[in-house]
């Protein structure tokens, strides 16, 4: 079984693609469904959760193109210059792509481009953090069941009737139902037209900023991307200005989502810490992107005891 390089190459695509499908599924269907939410309570005196409920000014789909459409297409074109750069060098290619770890695919007889395999690892690599970023941050929002700062404005919390009833946070007219405001209250039930079901859901998830977490590992990914592609001095402006502007695409998406009132700062710093952390293991660790940085030796001077007081080899990166 799988003898010839063709089924190899088959066989991993398949792999690949079914470890990813099965990521995202349980990211995105499985543990949403299953993992029920923590029941937090409240304190009446947390003004935290007295803020207006605000729609978010960013949509799924806003979040859908800025951590899938435009990464992939900066991968893309990133991918297509770089190909064509060593195209215009191609009494060196072979050297420099053993010099870089690429490795040659063959399918079918068919010499795969550089160019598609490259694109196909980096991307496959992308989705595969992104996957891991989501279900880390879903998984956290249903242990840890942090109530968003608009929860009192959505919920609209009563005491149980073996409490009293009514308003949780109210004066009611029994003593005992006044001490119990006074504390920890976690005998209560939400108001049933306060809100719809789905954004009461959404209310007991507010740690980590699941919106936070994702942009930022997206940005932070292509950050270190474009660190180590447009490594050529003569791209430095140019790299310095895109990593730049991605930062500040992220930092604006947690500006809204505090402007607003969807999450509280805590969250917003445990959303953009998980998302860099993740995108720091899959670009170091996983695709190890900065392999492919070419050093050069460079030999010792004549004067090198005179001046450094020893003889050494000083390894200076040579881009191309």
């Known amino acids: 079984m799988c003898k010839t390089p063709s089924s190899r190459l088959l066989l991993r695509l398949i792999i690949d693609v079914v470890i990813l499908i099965a990521l995202c599924c349980v990211a995105l269907i499985a543990l949403p469904k299953l993992l029920p939410t923590t029941r937090r309570g409240f304190f009446c005196s947390d003004t935290t959760l007295r803020y207006p409920y605000t729609a978010s000014l960013l949509s799924r789909v806003h979040i859908t193109i800025a951590v899938i459409a435009l990464p992939a297409a900066i ?84 005491l149980l009737e073996t409490l009293g009833g009514g308003l949780a946070c109210e004066h009611l007219d029994t003593p005992y139902a006044q001490n119990i405001t006074r504390g920890y209250i976690e005998d209560y039930e939400c108001y049933e037209l306060a809100a719809s079901a789905e954004l009461l859901s959404m209310a007991r998830q507010s740690f980590p900023s699941s919106y936070t977490a994702t942009v930022f590992y997206a940005m932070c990914f292509i950050v270190f991307y474009l660190q180590a592609r447009l490594a050529a001095r003569a791209l430095l402006v140019l790299r310095t200005l895109l990593q730049f502007g991605l930062l500040i695409l992220a930092a604006l998406v947690a500006i809204e989502r505090f402007y607003t009132h969807q999450n509280h700062s805590t969250d917003l710093l445990a ?41 050494g080899v000083n390894r200076i990166a040579k881009y191309y």
């Open 75 to 158: 991968m893309l074109v990133v991918e297509m210059l770089w190909a064509a750069l060593r195209a215009s060098h191609k009494t060196e290619t072979t050297a420099r792509t053993k010099r870089a770890g690429v490795q040659q695919f063959v399918f079918v007889g068919v010499n795969i481009p550089t160019f598609v395999s490259e694109c196909y690892k980096i991307v496959g690599i992308y989705f595969f953090g992104l996957a891991l970023v989501l279900i880390a941050a879903r998984a956290t929002k249903n242990f840890v069941g942090r109530l968003r700062p608009y929860f009192f404005d959505v919920c609209q919390p009563q």
């Open 271 to 311: 959303g953009a810490a998980l998302g860099f952390f993740v995108a720091a293991f899959t670009t170091v660790a996983v695709a190890d992107v900065f392999k492919s940085l070419p050093v050069k030796k460079r030999k010792p001077r004549d004067d090198a005891t005179r001046i450094y007081g020893y003889y």
